[in-house]
């Protein structure tokens, strides 16, 4: 059955997945949605049997139906491929009855790597099926990951250049490392004076600006979205939620048809709301559990159904999770004002004019299969000691968050049933913040000598994406003001 994508905010009107990839946002300043979710209708016990790649393209196909089944394969071979340091692409390890979901096996060791070593290829043959002759432009906020892994998926990629805008004093020194030493001549950093939502702000004004589209159009370029609301990568998140599944069932950790809970460390609303669209899907899931760190408007918005960015920005150890406006959050409004434009169109309008909304009754109802709480500095940092020290199993900072909120959640509820952790980054990427939770007499070292202490306590090898930096030479140095973005991208583009 064909799926199509209509923005949350249009009239209706509806583009195929390979237009709705290729333009990222909406013109109206809408996310696209599927306009139905398509049913996971390939039995558990098949699915169990399947390699990632092969779950990947039986989950992508429902969704993404104008690909053709060879151009999917295609694009689902070059990217989960050697770039990942694991056969299995993405791994579950038991530590203290949960399962942790690795989605850091890939090149810039962070969950982002799961869809960003995609897109570019989703987006290339979307562009080659679309007739496009322009050169397409990513433009990309990043609180740390994404914008490394962006750069990663679409460095060197004929057809494509990438700009990316990360916050001066809001990314890990391994993360802007990782950007400032990245390759590639079609790639550009930029490090803004202003946090992650300044960035992200700034980004979306240029996607709005027809002014600056058309003076770029007539230079044959468009600007595309590699940001988390570009359904290229929502769609192969939703992948390894069926996959882990899948092996749960295979390892006879579960029953099939079994329930399980899925926590999520929480940002943009990107990764749990592929968990949601695996369980709109048919994927057997009980509650899907969103950890926010300090920056907790999300766990506001699931006690209240008041979303209120008026607050301060807090810089934490989690600061892939430095986020007041949550992006994706607005396709579960949509969806949750009963598929409603008109109704979404209104709440985001006061998020931008007032920065806050309140859904009402009805639509707080259907938030139920939803939980939500938040952890303190110093829970994240006691969830990461408390796990290495009962089973030796080393976390990093993001991650710790879900444990912790996990943790509450079990205390609340005494639910046992079964549940995954999406670990959506490797402690390596945030080895001074895990290190001072599990061995702070190493606070003073250079970051990457506790990389080496960090190896010699977790017991497991330095990943090849630490390695690389420690060589590698700077070859990004610009910065500039929030409101000097348009300028910088005009310069990059001459
Ligand atoms: C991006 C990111 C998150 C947040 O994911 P969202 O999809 O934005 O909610 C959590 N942890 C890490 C390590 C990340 O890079």
Redesign the pocket.
């Known amino acids: 059955m064909e799926v199509l994508y209509k923005s949350t905010r249009g009239n209706g009107e509806t583009v195929t997945a390979s237009q709705a990839i290729l333009k990222g946002l909406s013109d109206d300043g809408g996310l696209f949605v599927p306009t139905s979710i398509p049913a996971l209708d390939v039995p558990m016990e098949k699915l169990a049997a399947m390699s990632y790649q092969e779950v990947a393209y039986e989950v992508m196909s429902r969704f993404l139906t104008d690909f053709t089944e060879d151009e999917l394969k295609n694009c689902i071979a070059n990217a989960y491929d050697a770039k990942f340091d694991t056969e299995e692409i993405a791994p579950l390890t038991k530590a203290d009855g949960v399962y942790y979901l690795e ?2 096996h890939g090149a810039t060791i ?3 790597d799961m869809a960003l070593s995609i897109l570019p290829h989703l987006m290339t043959t979307a562009a080659k099926k679309n007739g496009v002759k322009n050169e397409i432009v990513i433009l990309t906020a990043t ?4 914008g490394k ?1 962006a750069m990663a998926g679409f460095a060197d990629v004929p057809g494509t250049r990438i700009i990316v805008f990360y916050p001066k004093n809001g990314v890990s020194p391994i993360q802007e490392k990782q950007m400032v030493t990245q390759k590639g001549k079609n790639t550009h950093v930029v490090a803004i004076h202003g946090n992650f939502d300044d960035a992200q702000t700034g980004v979306k004004k240029m996607f709005n600006d027809k002014e600056l589209g058309k003076e770029l159009a007539d230079k044959g370029f468009q600007f595309s979205s590699a940001n ?1 609301i570009n359904i290229g990568r929502l769609v192969p ?1 939703v992948v390894y939620y069926v996959y882990a599944y899948a092996n749960l069932v295979k390892n006879g950790e579960i029953a099939d048809g079994e329930k399980i809970n899925v926590t ?11 968990a949601f669209y695996a369980k709109q899907m048919g994927l057997p899931i009980a509650k899907l559990i969103c950890a926010s760190n300090e920056n907790k408007v999300l766990f506001d918005f699931f006690r209240t159904g008041v979303y209120d960015r008026n607050r301060d920005f807090i810089l934490t150890t ?1 600061p ?2 430095d ?1 007041l406006i ?3 959050l607005e396709r579960l409004i949509y969806r949750i004002a009963g598929n409603s434009e008109a109704a979404d169109r209104e709440l985001m309008q006061d998020l931008a004019k007032d920065g806050k909304y309140e859904i009402t009754d009805a639509m707080k109802k259907e938030l139920a299969d939803f939980y939500g709480n938040y952890a303190s500095e110093q829970e994240t940092a006691d969830a990461i000691a408390k796990l290495y020290s009962d089973t030796g199993y080393v976390i ?4 710790a ?1 879900a444990a912790a909120v996990y943790g509450k959640y079990r205390e609340e509820t005494y639910d046992e049933t079964k549940t995954v952790i ?1 670990s ?2 490797s402690p390596y ?2 080895t001074s913040s895990v290190l001072a939770a599990i061995a702070p007499e190493y606070d003073t070292l250079p970051v990457l000598e506790q990389v080496d202490k960090l190896s010699a306590l977790a017991n497991t090898e330095i990943p090849r994406a630490i390695e690389e930096i420690r060589t590698a030479p700077v070859l990004h140095t610009t910065e500039c003001d929030v409101d000097q973005m348009p300028e910088t991208v005009r310069a990059f583009l001459k």
Do not use: E, R, Y
């Open positions: 989605l850091f962070a969950f982002k609180s740390g990951d994404t892994a988390s998140q999520v460390p929480t940002g943009n609303f990107g990764n749990i709301l592929a989690s892939s999770m986020i949550s992006s994706n990093d900072t993001h991650t968050v999406a959506t980054a990427k945030f």
